[in-house]
């Protein structure tokens, strides 16, 4: 097919209704799976770039990713809105200085219509398997309605998207409703109702504020305490908002300025003696907020600040001291139809359960579905080292696959939106490189990841993630952490500011010679 009838095709499969089949033979440059600030920032993108042939795939009914589908009450990001938002696309809008999820959902709908993503994207398309044919040169995708080739497969399908509920006894005997939290079941009204949260993370502590004043009883189990900021966040005040309405050099200064005081945190997860400092911040916080002695002693983490991600709150330790809440930290021994029984022996019944036990991190599913050049999966890729990718993007045997957001690309001081923009510029120089040497895909050199990342983890080394004395999501089964970029993220836009093709074998279009 030419590249315009792909073009044609591709806007077919874009304008198509919600639930038709794909039309036949659909075949296009770039097929890009998810449609979160990745998916949608690599459509605009290639758009920027006018490049016109391609695809976004997305299983849900909308834009968002996260932010479409984490609309438990108190959702909200923990980097300032004015960092965590598109470079080329401020908001001078934002209500709160760390907006709230329908904030940012409705902002990530709103770029997809300016910047036109809208014709190229595919709503309720789940990628269920992806080949690549060594022939045709070509990624054969299967999707829940229907096949489609393309040259390029983007993966953007998120590493906080796939939610995580640990293996309990009993689990799904409990006869009330029980949801995640990025599931949230807004048929089950949970006022005046008996809840048990389940898990003490970045999510659970954003809901449990929220819900505490109007459910009869609350109880939070909690596993390992997490370290608590206070929470820097406020509503913006109108002044400010005209100002980067009416300059917006000033919305970039601001966020520059943001941007760099965010870089300076990644020094105590790297140097020890630093993180004396958020650590005491942290425990002042935990002082001030809870008198009760024993209670503040539960609540005390025993491992240094940063192992596990930060959290801020000025309103979850107040919640969890109300009259009607209680923290249990006993171990879960069960889950009974009537409640939770803990290793102590005690049952408390309730009339719902919210998992707050965070996402699967490590084990991805999209590793289970895209087979590469001798036909094994990603995830057998990996089973031996673990999550690995040349400059977090690129996995040698599986040529022109592009995973956003990919193995140690998370940060836990700065925004994933740099990273991810720093990975969208890395694909856009690859495809260029790509047309430049007449060659129609690359795969990276075995020999130039395994360096890449045997650097990688001797840099990782001396951070709190390997020295901290904790259990978290960034490690996998074996200890590694396969999840975070070891260092600033201005160090990972170097790292991929351009395309080596030196890194890469090179291959020429089918038939080619
Ligand atoms: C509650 C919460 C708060 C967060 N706050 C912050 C923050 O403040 N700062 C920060 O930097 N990060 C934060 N994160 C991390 C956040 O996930 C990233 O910042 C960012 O949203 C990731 O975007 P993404 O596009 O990579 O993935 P996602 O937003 O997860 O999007 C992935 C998309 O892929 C789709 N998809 C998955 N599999 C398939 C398939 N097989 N076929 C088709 N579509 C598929 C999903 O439906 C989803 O729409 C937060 C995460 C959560 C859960």
Known sequence: MTANGRQAAAERLGAAGAVAPLPDHVDVDVAIVGAGFAGVGMA?????????DFVVLERDDDVGGT???????GCQCDVPSNLYSFSFAPNPEWSQTFALQPEIGAYLRRVADD??????????????????????????????RGPLTARVLVVGTGSLSEPAIPRIPGAERFAGPAFHTARWDRDVGLTGKRVAVIGT???AVQVVPRIQPHVAQLAVFQRTPPWILPHPGRPTRPRERALFRALPPAQKLVRG??????????????????SRIPQRMARRHLEAQVPDPVLRERLTPRYEIGCKRILMSDEYYPALQAPNAELVSDAIAEITTAGVRTADGVERAFDAIVWGTGFHTTDLPYAERIRGRDG???AQRWCAHGMQALRGTTVAGFPNLFALVGPNTLLGHNSIVFMIESQLAYVLDALRALDERGAT????????????????QRRMRGTVWARGGCASW??????RNTTLWPGTSWSFRRATRRFDPAEYELLARAGAH
Not at 261 to 274: K, M, S, T
Not at 441 to 456: I, K, Y
Not at 474 to 479: E, F, I, K, P, T
Request: proline share 5%; hydrophobic share 40%.
């Open 257 to 274: 300025g943001v941007y760099w005081g965010r870089e300076c945190l990644v020094l105590p997860f790297r140097f020890h003696r630093l």
């Open 441 to 456: 895909a690359c795969d990276p050199r075995p020999a130039a990841q395994a360096s890449f990342n045997e650097r990688l």
């Open 376 to 378: 094994r999966t990603l």
């Open 201 to 203: 993370g970045a999510s």
């Open 115 to 144: 910047f036109g993503v809208r014709p190229h994207l595919r709503t309720r398309t789940e990628v269920r398997a992806a080949a690549w044919d060594e022939q045709a040169r070509r990624w054969r995708i299967e999707t829940s």
């Open 44 to 52: 605009i993108a290639l758009l920027r770039a006018g490049r016109r």
């Open 474 to 479: 960034y490690l996998d089964a074996d200890g």
């Open 67 to 73: 932010w479409w589908r984490n609309t438990y009450p």
